[in-house]
Structures are given as C-alpha cells and as structure tokens.
C-alpha cells in the first residue's frame, strides 16, 4: 500500500504544476452560463463527433475546458467554434502560433516591408496588422504572427534593424538582449563592453570634485588656494611687537598681498587686531536710529484660532448618540467615546442639508431626494450613481470613468493597455484595460491567460500593469 501511494503521488507531481502540458486542450467563454445539456447540444450543432473528445470541464465564470483526444482533433473544434456567435473568445493552451510587438514603427512604414524582412531572418510571417487605438488612430505598433517553432529556434532580438530603422521587439517567452553589444542577459546600462570602451565616462564627476582647488608643491605637501587681501589701511595691529606683521600696509609688501598659495605646514600669522571698543558719542548713535511709521492696517489679520471666527457645528453621533462640535468645512468626524469613524456627506440636491455615514459603507441614499449616492475613488466623495455600460460608472464632478469588480467594489479604471489588482485585498480578480478600449474584471491565473474579444492575450505576471503579447 505504501509503495502504491508513493507511485501515485510522483505521478500527480509529474503530471501538474509547471511540467503539465495541454497541447491537446482548450478553453472558451460564452456569453452565457452553459451546462452540459447545452455543451452536449453545442457539439451537435457544429458537427463535431463526441467520440473525439475526452472531457469537458466547467470553470469559473462561463469559462468552459474542452480536452480532445488527437491535437488535429483540438484544431478542427476551435476552427468549428469560431463561427458560434454566442462564443466570445477561443484559446489553445499550446498554441503554433506567437504574436510579435514591433514598436518604433512610423506610420508611413510598410507591413509589407517588416514581413519580408523578419520572414528573411526568422521565419515566416503568417499575418501582419497594425494595432490601433480607442479612437481608430494607427499607432506605432505593428502585430506580426508567425510559428512558434522558427521563433524557438532562431529568437529574435530586442533591436533590430530594417532599412536604416531601429525597432524594438517584444512577445512572450523573449529572452532581453543589449542593446549595444545584442547579447543577451543584461541591458546597455550594464554592459561591459560599453564600460571598457569608454572608461573616462565613469565617475568623471567625482574626481573634478576631488581634486578642485587641492595641488602640491614639490615636496608632495597639499596646498590651498586663497583669494589676495583686499588692501588695508594703516592699522596698529601689535603695538608691543609680539607677533611678525604680514601685509598690514597699503601700497607696501605687494609681494605678501598677491600670493596665490599658502603652506599648510607652516605657521602664519596674518594680525592680531584689538577689539573695537563702543562709541560713547550719543550724536552719532542718533543718526543710526531710524523711525519706523506703524499705520494701523484697513484689513485685520485672520485669527489663528478657528473657534474664535467660525462658529462651530453642534451635531450627535448616530452610533452613541453624544452630542460633538464640529468645523463647518469638515469632510470627516470621530467620535471619542464610541471611536468610530464617519465621513460626512453632502446631499446631491442641496449642499446645506448633510448626513453622518459611516466610513466602510459604500452606497447611501439621498438625504433629500433618496436617489442612488456611490462613493467613487477619483475624488473620495459620494457622487450621484450613473451607470454608462456594463459596470462602468461615471463620476459627474471628476468626469473620470470607475470600473466594478467581480466583488463589487469600485476600482478606477486601468491605463490604456495596462492591468490593476482590485482594491478588496481579498478579490484576487484584475481590472484589464485593453488597447482596443475594453474594460473588464477578470481572474487571471498563470494557468488561466485573458483573451479579448480583439484578439489580445494577456497572462498573469508579477509585475504589475505589464502586458504580454
């Protein structure tokens, strides 16, 4: 029995995780949920033979796997299932084909050209298009297709070249290359090459800021640079002769006053003046004064105390029922005794008229009028609820666009192209905004890529808002 169950348990560990390969399976979404009366009724529809399918499993969402038995078998059901209209999207787990990103491109550039050129260095081009934006406007992307098995064996680099040209590539699986030397393992900031071609490069800085203003003399003793003394007047600096004078006299000793460098070794004194001691006259203290004229100003200043120019705002928390005060423009209130926190909210009808709501509750009604009021994380204030399409929501103040999650909490809505985690910590879902200006809530595992209806595959990766083509 114990030998029975080790084998069984190398066997499970050999046949999932990352050593698992589905070259015969695939998945897709209807627009519908469908049960397996309905997936049975599918098969018959589209004519294909029951007998060629080995299971069919039901996932999250309307998301359907379906495993075959042979891979042209898998073939034939996904060319099948592309013409159901109820079928949004289709994905092979293995599939021949890779999308390649060329960016850089200009618009005026020829498909034509860049698949002659690729299919001339690796491989052939089975499709070329070119990617656009929300608005229809050409973008400098370009979309090529091409067999995974060329790409496999002859990788293309992160730069290349055609016709004087520089574009970037980028597609799943590549491995980064330099862009100075085009080896592959770092980036042109870290190449070696580039370091020992040009080695005056490196911190050429910081030894300007070493060796500024700092020489040496022939016995290898450091001097400092100083400034010539301005010339001085007549000053009696050691009347009893203690110490040498230096260059006290104006007009004499130009050769002490004009002297660039000093040795640090050597001990100078440059004077030794006596303090200057106060002047008694009061004539001359009186021109020093100055009268200063003090007009009482037409404005007075606003108090720095906000009780003492404002009225504050009598109001009883709602859990404890406390009578509190409280600023006119304040948006929050705690209370001390019950320690809870609410936000206060204005109606959407009337600005005078405000209600106390808590802080983790997310929909209310209008004091007022009783609409629908959701709070919106553009500006962290409840806003009128206005739904656009789906579970888009539009904020009337901000006029910026929300998206709902799966778990029903409002998210702001992705940059174009990009991917964020939902702000429920415990949703594990990811909000997608794709290039073709769909925005969706989706549960994307490393074994469960996104596909958009416009053909865009997105997988899961640690990096967040990182898209993979």
């Known amino acids: 029995m114990e030998k029975a ?106 498909n034509e050209v860049i698949a002659e050129a690729l299919s001339q260095r690796y491989g052939e081009v089975k499709k070329m298009t070119h990617r656009k934006d929300k608005e229809g406007l050409l973008s400098g992307m370009r979309i090529a297709s091409m067999n995974k098995s060329d790409i496999s064996v002859n990788p293309i680099p992160s730069y290349i070249t055609i016709h004087g040209y520089e574009f970037y590539i980028t597609y799943h699986g590549q491995q980064f290359t330099c862009k100075y030397c085009g080896e592959a393992g770092h980036k042109q900031v870290n190449c070696p090459k580039r370091k020992n071609d040009y080695p005056q490069l490196q911190n050429k800085t910081n ?13 290898g003793s450091n001097l400092i640079r100083t ?59 009186k021109t020093n004064l100055k009268k200063r004229f003090r007009t009482s100003p037409e404005i007075l200043p606003n108090s720095k105390s906000q009780s003492l120019c404002e009225t504050p705002t009598s109001l009883i928390c709602p859990e404890c029922h406390t009578e509190s005060f409280l600023a006119p423009d304040s948006t929050h209130f705690f209370c001390y005794k019950c320690k809870n926190d609410f936000s206060i909210v204005k109606a959407c009808c ?47 103040q901000c006029e910026r666009y929300s998206i709902a999650c799966v778990c029903k ?46 053909g865009f595959e997105y997988e899961w990766d640690m990096d967040l808002g990182v898209e993979r083509i």
């Open 5 to 110: 169950s080790e084998s069984y348990a190398q066997a499970t560990v050999k046949s999932a995780g990352s050593a698992l390969r589905r070259p015969n399976c695939l998945s897709f979404k209807a627009d519908r949920m469908l049960k397996r009366e309905d997936l049975w009724k599918l098969l018959k529809e589209i004519d294909f033979p029951i007998k060629k399918v080995l299971g069919i499993a039901e996932m999250k969402g309307t998301q359907v796997d379906v495993t075959c038995t042979t891979r042209q078998n898998v073939l034939e059901l996904q060319n099948k299932l592309a013409e159901v209209e109820y079928i949004k999207s289709i994905r092979l787990y293995e599939s021949d084909i890779i999308n390649v990103g060329i960016g850089w491109v200009p618009i005026p550039f020829n």
């Open 207 to 219: 030894a300007q800021r070493r060796n500024h203003g700092r020489e040496t003399n022939e016995t």
């Open 227 to 285: 400034s010539s003394p301005a010339p001085l007047a007549r000053v009696e600096a050691d009347p009893d002769k203690t110490f040498p004078c230096v260059g006290l006299q104006a007009g004499k000793d130009k050769q002490h006053n004009h002297e660039n460098y000093t040795n640090i070794e050597a001990p100078t004194t440059t004077g030794h003046l006596s303090p200057r001691s106060e002047d008694n006259n009061p004539n001359l203290q």
């Open 350 to 396: 009337d600005e005078e008229t405000s209600i106390l709501v808590p802080i983790k509750e997310k929909t209310i009604n209008c004091p007022k009028c009783q609409s629908l009021m959701r709070w919106m994380p553009c500006c962290q204030q409840f806003q009128p609820e206005f739904t656009t399409e789906g579970n888009l929501f539009e904020c009337i």
């Open 409 to 454: 909490t409002i998210n702001p809505v992705p940059h174009l192209t990009m991917s964020k985690e939902c702000s429920n910590y415990l949703c594990k879902c990811k909000l997608i905004h794709c290039s073709c200006g769909k925005k969706s809530a989706e549960c994307i595992e490393p074994s469960k890529p996104y596909r958009c209806s416009c």
